[in-house]
């Protein structure tokens, strides 16, 4: 039998009625009101004529709708596309377009910002551009959307587990967003896979403070619902509003990206007796240096979980148990994955020697949207071919290097940022370092740091790069500058944009 998700969330209503199953602000829905209000969506969506496989995207901020729309695309068979609300005209119209959307959630804000630039849009009809978070008065606005829709379940339809659950686009750190493909049994194996790494059970309460829209955040969304846990959902990040919502709800489960750790480990209120329900508390989306993890663990020992990973399908998971005995590490691949590290000619290397990381496992996806070509360039004899430097120890655990296009090569030696920018935030005084490559004469390559500081910090870029020179392990590994910034820029992933550091680098040297 096929593993499918279009009837899940009917499964929990029938079992786990009474449950409360979604938090979002004030609204509070058990399993069978979450349920009654997916269905009456998907009937809407089939009444509208989107059919199995048909391409239905959302553009929108967090929001109880885009949870329903989520689960009511795919109980229809639809995939389910979800996109950014941050993009502009041209960005958006493009990935629209790539994705062969045929209907669109978005924002009014979004629809003026596309204004007639609807026309490029190839395949989404007038009538099918539905607002969400307007005056509800409009023809075109949710609420008359579902309006005399039946709560009664859809037309389920035949689904293998092949099918598409998603098309996930990449959060874009470096050239063109790509399309990246789930099936239903890909995200079927993220809720199991991941329930039992992160020990989650029904009786879990997850909370989810970042934007859904980025893959990271089905890291811990797809358990929490394929297990029938609840799921509290914020519109945004506030730290001082998590940290409430933890203490208040009695939270289990939450998933951060670093910049959100950085924030909570300045947060007053950051302490075990607010924190003292969690069960875990997973970082993922990008490398969070050590002191910070330390920092985290004094405070809720035992507790910490980093998972390195792809929206392509590869992961590996730190435990909580292996925190104190593999220091610096990002973990090891689940059962049912593996991992290998190899050289420019895909020759597998030794414990210790830092190479391409390389994984297969139940969670990989079926390549990118209409790319064959870089399809099969990244996934080759059913391996994930990363882009990700790293090394394995004599236990198998990975610990990462950089990606591969950040590599430095400084007189023809391999300079890997990640360890500048390590020995970087052991200073008391730097809240984030980020390290990057410039051209230089001598060199060929010469290391850079961008710092952002402590704001009550009272240091110069000179005494910061000397500290710096004085704790690398090497000659090569010097840094010749050191770039005071206000904030790093990011993405909507929350992954630093080092390709962003450079430029403004570069014209402040001008």
Same mark, same amino acid.
């Given at each position: 039998?096929?593993?499918?998700?279009?009837?899940?969330?009917?499964?929990?209503?029938?079992?786990?009625?009474?449950?409360?199953?979604?938090?979002?602000?004030?609204?509070?829905?058990?399993?069978?009101?979450?349920?009654?209000?997916?269905?009456?969506?998907?009937?809407?969506?089939?009444?509208?004529?989107?059919?199995?496989?048909?391409?239905?995207?959302?553009?929108?901020?967090?929001?109880?709708?885009?949870?329903?729309?989520?689960?009511?695309?795919?109980?229809?068979?639809?995939?389910?596309?979800?996109?950014?609300?941050?993009?502009?005209?041209?960005?958006?119209?493009?990935?629209?377009?790539?994705?062969?959307?045929?209907?669109?959630?978005?924002?009014?804000?979004?629809?003026?910002?596309?204004?007639?630039?609807?026309?490029?849009?190839?395949?989404?009809?007038?009538?099918?551009?539905?607002?969400?978070?307007?005056?509800?008065?409009?023809?075109?606005?949710?609420?008359?959307?579902?309006?005399?829709?039946?709560?009664?379940?859809?037309?389920?339809?035949?689904?293998?587990?092949?099918?598409?659950?998603?098309?996930?686009?990449?959060?874009?750190?470096?050239?063109?967003?790509?399309?990246?493909?789930?099936?239903?049994?890909?995200?079927?194996?993220?809720?199991?896979?991941?329930?039992?790494?992160?020990?989650?059970?029904?009786?879990?309460?997850?909370?989810?403070?970042?934007?859904?829209?980025?893959?990271?955040?089905?890291?811990?969304?797809?358990?929490?619902?394929?297990?029938?846990?609840?799921?509290?959902?914020?519109?945004?990040?506030?730290?001082?509003?998590?940290?409430?919502?933890?203490?208040?709800?009695?939270?289990?489960?939450?998933?951060?990206?670093?910049?959100?750790?950085?924030?909570?480990?300045?947060?007053?209120?950051?302490?075990?007796?607010?924190?003292?329900?969690?069960?875990?508390?997973?970082?993922?989306?990008?490398?969070?240096?050590?002191?910070?993890?330390?920092?985290?663990?004094?405070?809720?020992?035992?507790?910490?979980?980093?998972?390195?990973?792809?929206?392509?399908?590869?992961?590996?998971?730190?435990?909580?148990?292996?925190?104190?005995?593999?220091?610096?590490?990002?973990?090891?691949?689940?059962?049912?994955?593996?991992?290998?590290?190899?050289?420019?000619?895909?020759?597998?290397?030794?414990?210790?020697?830092?190479?391409?990381?390389?994984?297969?496992?139940?969670?990989?996806?079926?390549?990118?949207?209409?790319?064959?070509?870089?399809?099969?360039?990244?996934?080759?004899?059913?391996?994930?071919?990363?882009?990700?430097?790293?090394?394995?120890?004599?236990?198998?655990?990975?610990?990462?290097?950089?990606?591969?296009?950040?590599?430095?090569?400084?007189?023809?030696?391999?300079?890997?940022?990640?360890?500048?920018?390590?020995?970087?935030?052991?200073?008391?005084?730097?809240? @984030? +370092? $980020?390290?990057?490559?410039? =051209?230089?004469?001598? /060199?060929?390559?010469?290391? #850079?740091? %961008?710092?952002?500081?402590?704001? @009550? +910090? $009272?240091?110069?870029?000179? =005494?910061?790069?000397? /500290?710096?020179?004085?704790? #690398?392990? %090497?000659?090569?590994?010097?840094?010749?500058?050191?770039?005071?910034?206000?904030?790093?820029?990011?993405?909507?992933?929350?992954?630093?944009?080092?390709?962003?550091?450079?430029?403004?680098?570069?014209?402040?040297?001008?």
């Amino acid at each position: 039998m096929p593993t499918t998700l279009e009837k899940l969330i009917e499964r929990h209503a029938r079992y786990r009625a009474d449950k409360l199953a979604v938090i979002f602000g004030d609204q509070r829905l058990t399993w069978a009101q979450f349920n009654a209000s997916v269905n009456r969506l998907a009937n809407a969506l089939q009444a509208r004529g989107i059919d199995k496989d048909d391409k239905v995207a959302t553009a929108l901020p967090n929001s109880m709708e885009l949870l329903l729309i989520y689960w009511a695309t795919v109980s229809i068979g639809a995939v389910l596309v979800p996109l950014s609300p941050l993009l502009k005209a041209a960005g958006l119209i493009n990935l629209l377009n790539n994705a062969d959307v045929c209907l669109v959630f978005l924002t009014p804000e979004l629809i003026t910002e596309l204004g007639a630039g609807r026309a490029e849009i190839t395949r989404v009809a007038n009538h099918n551009y539905i607002l969400v978070g307007g005056d509800g008065n409009a023809k075109t606005d949710y609420a008359a959307f579902i309006a005399g829709s039946a709560e009664t379940p859809p037309d389920y339809p035949q689904l293998e587990q092949e099918d598409l659950f998603n098309i996930v686009y990449s959060s874009g750190t470096t050239g063109t967003p790509k399309g990246i493909m789930h099936s239903h049994l890909v995200r079927a194996n993220y809720g199991s896979h991941f329930a039992a790494s992160f020990r989650m059970t029904p009786e879990s309460v997850v909370l989810h403070t970042g934007s859904i829209v980025f893959n990271g955040a089905f890291v811990t969304l797809m358990p929490c619902f394929f297990l029938g846990a609840r799921y509290i959902l914020h519109s945004h990040f506030d730290v001082e509003a998590m940290i409430e919502t933890v203490a208040r709800e009695k939270v289990t489960h939450i998933m951060m990206v670093p910049s959100q750790i950085i924030a909570l480990l300045q947060s007053a209120n950051f302490n075990a007796r607010n924190m003292q329900s969690m069960e875990m508390l997973l970082t993922i989306g990008a490398p969070l240096q050590q002191p910070y993890k330390e920092a985290v663990n004094a405070v809720i020992a035992g507790r910490f979980y980093e998972l390195y990973g792809l929206t392509e399908g590869f992961v590996t998971i730190l435990d909580r148990n292996d925190f104190d005995q593999q220091p610096g590490s990002v973990g090891c691949p689940p059962p049912g994955y593996d991992i290998r590290i190899v050289d420019d000619q895909g020759q597998d290397l030794g414990p210790g020697q830092i190479g391409e990381i390389v994984g297969r496992g139940p969670a990989l996806s079926s390549g990118y949207y209409k790319q064959p070509e870089l399809t099969r360039e990244t996934f080759r004899d059913g391996w994930l071919f990363s882009g990700d430097l790293g090394y394995l120890d004599d236990s198998g655990f990975l610990y990462l290097a950089g990606r591969k296009k950040e590599l430095i090569i400084s007189g023809g030696v391999n300079v890997y940022p990640q360890d500048i920018e390590e020995v970087a935030s052991g200073h008391e005084q730097v809240l @984030e +370092a $980020a390290v990057f490559g410039v =051209e230089s004469d001598k /060199w060929g390559e010469t290391p #850079v740091a %961008a710092i952002v500081l402590h704001a @009550e +910090a $009272a240091l110069t870029a000179a =005494e910061l790069k000397q /500290w710096i020179n004085d704790r #690398v392990e %090497a000659r090569f590994q010097k840094i010749s500058d050191v770039f005071i910034v206000d904030q790093m820029p990011r993405n909507v992933a929350g992954k630093t944009l080092k390709h962003e550091l450079r430029e403004n680098y570069l014209a402040n040297q001008k």
